[in-house]
């Protein structure tokens, strides 16, 4: 359970690590819950405002306060110059807000460890920005090139928080806590695989540079005995020089991992099934080889699967819609039968509800909802028709399915895929919700609406 009263005692001791190797850096960490985020910072600001920059501060914060996060990270920093001796010096003082959400801290069993962790995550932009500004970056020569100065980018934003990682396992590890980093690395390894709510294992590619990171704690711990430098400058820049050996495209790829690790993992498929996929049917270099280190980190050592039907995002769009499409032509033909047969229509209206739960559960293969219903109306209509043609049903069935193209359902999948990660219980009422917001989902709506 959170407890108020420790985090701010652990984030306080915090603010006083970084205050007394930077003494003109101050950290102020606000803990917060999901749609909490504005009434946390609330109670925060007459503590901002007692730092000279904290207006500065504020300004800055309050205009993304509109912006939905899911995650821990350095809101603002911002600088205060003071002017002493008639103007001839300039002292300046910086102030760094983190907001650590609370989700986070109980990725963790340990809270004191989550909290610790997560607030050294959100402090290393704080930090980042801080260094840069005062020179230090340069007299170390921690030059950024120009793709790298582009904050907004995406593979650039994935770096960075790479690097954050990486600060906050060294960091973790430094402090105390013997095998922190293996410890963090396999938690991270396990939320790739794992359906884990509001934690984001595409923002953490921490797991892929394990060998580095262990690489460079070594050389940290044999270089901190000099004293030339404090603990969080030098895992300041051992982190940086990790996050800078990553390429664009790596960083993209591990994202694109994690987000089919997660279709499948909220699909309820297992860690073997999971990596199988991504190991044994991906045609992505990068993509086999972070299964591999997650494997790894997690001592597991995946098989092939034999089953090739079940929902694999991992393969070539081709071989899954033409199971997809296979899949649900069966299904449709075997319910045919059985209707023609038995007179019974209303089992295409069953099997369109069976489908779209099993849709809501992560598993898209085969869903052709819209299509069974429209097959079940032209068996009506041939009921009553007086000069009934041949194959009506049929016809009716595949003029639907030829609509329903594979990459939308699947874009269907992981939307809702992406509010279960958020905590939204799946159901047809809250689908209608989340695809009423995009008009290309307009006939699957319908569709829904009438299973409703």
Same mark, same amino acid.
């Given at each position: @359970?959170?407890?108020?009263?420790?985090?701010?005692?652990?984030?306080?001791?915090?603010?006083?690590?970084?205050?007394?190797?930077?003494?003109?850096?101050?950290?102020?960490?606000?803990?917060?819950?999901?749609?909490?985020?504005?009434?946390?910072?609330?109670?925060?600001?007459?503590?901002?405002?007692?730092? $000279?920059?904290?207006?500065?501060?504020?300004? =800055?914060? %309050?205009?993304?306060?509109?912006?939905?996060?899911?995650?821990?990270?350095?809101?603002?920093?911002?600088?205060?110059?003071?002017?002493?001796?008639?103007?001839?010096?300039?002292?300046?003082?910086?102030?760094?807000? &983190?907001?650590?959400?609370?989700?986070?801290?109980?990725?963790?069993?340990? #809270? *004191?460890?989550?909290?610790? &962790?997560?607030?050294?995550?959100?402090?290393?932009?704080?930090?980042?920005?801080?260094?840069?500004? *005062? !020179?230090?970056?340069?007299?170390?020569?921690?030059?950024?090139?120009?793709?790298?100065?582009?904050?907004?980018?995406?593979?650039? %934003? #994935?770096?960075?928080?790479? @690097?954050?990682?990486?600060?906050?396992?060294?960091?973790?590890?430094? /402090?105390? !806590?013997?095998?922190? =980093?293996?410890?963090?690395?396999?938690?991270?390894?396990?939320? &790739?695989?794992?359906?884990? /709510?509001?934690?984001?294992?595409?923002?953490?590619?921490?797991?892929?540079?394990?060998?580095?990171?262990?690489?460079?704690?070594?050389?940290? %711990?044999?270089?901190?005995?000099?004293?030339?430098?404090?603990?969080?400058?030098?895992?300041?820049?051992?982190?940086?020089?990790?996050?800078? *050996?990553?390429?664009?495209?790596?960083?993209?790829?591990?994202?694109?991992?994690?987000?089919?690790?997660?279709?499948?993992?909220?699909?309820?498929?297992?860690?073997?099934?999971?990596?199988?996929?991504?190991?044994?049917?991906?045609?992505?270099?990068? /993509?086999?080889?972070?299964?591999? =280190?997650?494997?790894?980190?997690?001592?597991?050592? $995946?098989?092939?699967?034999?089953? *090739?039907?079940?929902?694999? $995002?991992?393969?070539?769009?081709?071989?899954?819609?033409?199971?997809?499409?296979?899949?649900?032509?069966?299904?449709?033909?075997?319910?045919?039968?059985?209707?023609?047969?038995?007179?019974?229509?209303?089992?295409?209206?069953?099997?369109?509800?069976?489908?779209?739960?099993?849709?809501?559960?992560?598993?898209?293969? !085969?869903?052709?909802?819209?299509?069974?219903?429209?097959?079940?109306?032209?068996?009506?209509?041939?009921?009553?028709?007086?000069?009934?043609?041949?194959?009506?049903?049929?016809?009716?069935?595949?003029?639907?399915?030829?609509?329903?193209?594979?990459?939308?359902?699947?874009?269907?999948?992981?939307?809702?895929?992406?509010?279960?990660?958020?905590?939204?219980?799946?159901?047809?009422?809250?689908?209608?919700?989340?695809?009423?917001?995009?008009?290309?989902?307009?006939?699957?709506?319908?569709?829904?609406?009438?299973?409703?």
């Amino acid at each position: @359970m959170h407890d108020p009263t420790t985090n701010d005692h652990i984030f306080n001791a915090l603010r006083r690590e970084f205050t007394e190797e930077f003494p003109n850096l101050t950290l102020i960490f606000i803990p917060y819950t999901r749609g909490g985020r504005a009434e946390a910072f609330a109670k925060r600001e007459k503590e901002i405002m007692n730092h $000279p920059a904290g207006e500065k501060v504020i300004s =800055i914060i %309050k205009k993304d306060l509109h912006n939905y996060r899911a995650e821990s990270y350095c809101g603002a920093v911002a600088e205060h110059v003071e002017r002493r001796f008639f103007g001839v010096y300039k002292v300046k003082t910086y102030l760094g807000v &983190c907001f650590v959400n609370i989700a986070d801290i109980h990725l963790f069993d340990d #809270i *004191t460890f989550s909290s610790k &962790c997560m607030a050294y995550y959100a402090a290393f932009e704080a930090l980042d920005i801080y260094l840069e500004n *005062t !020179g230090f970056n340069q007299e170390h020569h921690l030059q950024k090139s120009e793709q790298q100065q582009d904050k907004s980018s995406a593979p650039q %934003k #994935i770096r960075m928080q790479l @690097m954050s990682d990486c600060f906050s396992a060294i960091m973790m590890e430094s /402090i105390g !806590g013997k095998g922190a =980093i293996k410890k963090i690395v396999k938690k991270y390894s396990e939320s &790739c695989i794992s359906n884990t /709510i509001y934690f984001r294992p595409e923002n953490h590619p921490l797991p892929m540079s394990f060998d580095a990171i262990s690489l460079v704690y070594k050389d940290l %711990k044999d270089a901190s005995t000099s004293g030339r430098m404090g603990l969080i400058a030098q895992s300041y820049i051992m982190s940086r020089e990790i996050g800078e *050996t990553y390429d664009d495209l790596s960083m993209l790829q591990w994202q694109q991992f994690c987000r089919n690790a997660q279709d499948m993992a909220w699909a309820d498929y297992n860690t073997n099934e999971i990596l199988s996929a991504a190991i044994y049917t991906s045609d992505n270099a990068y /993509i086999r080889s972070n299964a591999q =280190i997650c494997a790894e980190n997690l001592n597991l050592t $995946p098989v092939p699967l034999k089953d *090739t039907s079940y929902y694999n $995002p991992f393969a070539q769009q081709d071989n899954i819609a033409r199971i997809h499409e296979r899949l649900a032509r069966a299904a449709f033909a075997k319910l045919l039968e059985v209707v023609r047969e038995n007179g019974t229509p209303e089992l295409f209206i069953e099997a369109a509800n069976k489908q779209t739960k099993a849709l809501f559960k992560g598993r898209p293969l !085969g869903w052709c909802a819209p299509a069974l219903i429209e097959a079940e109306n032209a068996y009506r209509l041939r009921v009553e028709a007086v000069n009934p043609q041949d194959n009506d049903i049929e016809n009716a069935f595949e003029a639907a399915f030829s609509k329903l193209h594979w990459l939308d359902i699947q874009r269907i999948n992981r939307r809702l895929i992406t509010a279960q990660r958020n905590d939204i219980s799946i159901n047809t009422v809250t689908a209608l919700n989340i695809l009423s917001k995009d008009e290309s989902f307009a006939a699957i709506q319908t569709s829904l609406e009438l299973m409703s």
